[in-house]
């Protein structure tokens, strides 16, 4: 297969219209229909139904989306990483979620930054789930991600941290002298709903929660009363005197990796995680 059939293909197959797809990648409709045509002939299957209804996918033509936008990204990722390995000033691009391990981050920056033949690094602040995006998308050369929120799948990693979940509380919350809660518990509090946070296309999902964006709105809604959440223990150093934490003892366990793609052959790399390793 070429690239550009992928291309076309892929655009058909999310706007499940010719016309739209055309617009999209800014060609004819006629020279898209005839690479569609001998991309199935290519491939001996049917990729699209075609009918007076519109365009539906195959079953082949679903497999090939999903390992079409691997594919397509994994080019888009080489091109970033060419490129940057290319640059004038060499260095590491490092992705963390946003108020994350920010005492974990400090120590290794702090630590790695003290050795001979360190490059430099620049911190990528990402929002919820973000920062596995960008690693996996050529953005990022490594990142910090934690382990059950952000999938690892596919990347090499090494474990730095594991911890306890808290919920945070407005201060002087009824549960807030308790040693303990549990999930149910938290669940059942009328005046204080989990927050929403957007999905990989921006949008929210149902429930009663206040949508949120970051962690700075989100800690204010919880201390004027607003919301609680469940967060790692190390969250803790970012809350303020209006702010209460009382352990989750049925919350899974998180824990922090540090992860980069399986076929990097960085030596900076390399060295970044035996700092962090050692940190």
Request: proline content about 8%; charged content about 25%; glycine content about 8%.
């Amino acid at each position: 297969m070429e690239t550009r059939e992928l291309r076309y293909f892929v655009a058909v197959a999310e706007e499940l219209h010719f016309g739209r797809a055309a617009e999209r990648l800014r060609i004819a409709q006629p020279p898209l229909s005839r690479a569609i045509q001998q991309l199935e002939r290519r491939l001996g299957a049917r990729l699209l139904e075609r009918d007076s209804r519109g365009v539906r996918l195959t079953e082949a033509g679903r497999v090939l989306l999903r390992e079409g936008r691997a594919a397509l990204a994994g080019i888009e990722a080489a091109e970033r990483r060419t490129r940057r390995a290319a640059a004038a000033r060499p260095g590491l691009v490092l992705a963390t979620k946003a108020g994350a391990s920010s005492e974990l981050l400090a120590k290794l920056l702090a630590a790695y930054a003290a050795e001979p033949d360190a490059v430099p690094v620049d911190v990528l602040l990402c929002g919820p789930g973000e920062q596995e995006r960008v690693l996996r998308d050529g953005r990022a050369d490594v990142a910090l991600l934690h382990r059950p929120f952000d999938s690892t799948a596919g990347l090499d990693t090494e474990v730095l941290a594991e911890e306890r979940q808290v919920v945070v509380l407005p201060a002087g919350h009824p549960l807030s002298g308790r040693r303990d809660v549990t999930t149910a518990e938290i669940a059942a509090l009328p005046d204080l709903p989990l927050p929403r946070w957007p999905d990989l296309d921006g949008g929210y999902p149902d429930g009663p929660g206040p949508q949120v964006r970051d962690s700075v709105q989100l800690m204010q809604l919880i201390a004027l009363g607003r919301a609680c959440a469940i967060v790692p223990e190390s969250a803790r150093t970012h809350l303020h005197e209006q702010h209460a934490t009382v352990t989750v003892s049925d919350a899974p366990t998180v824990t922090t990796v540090i992860a980069w793609p399986p076929q990097s052959r960085s030596p900076a790399l390399a060295h970044l995680v035996r700092t962090a390793l050692g940190v």
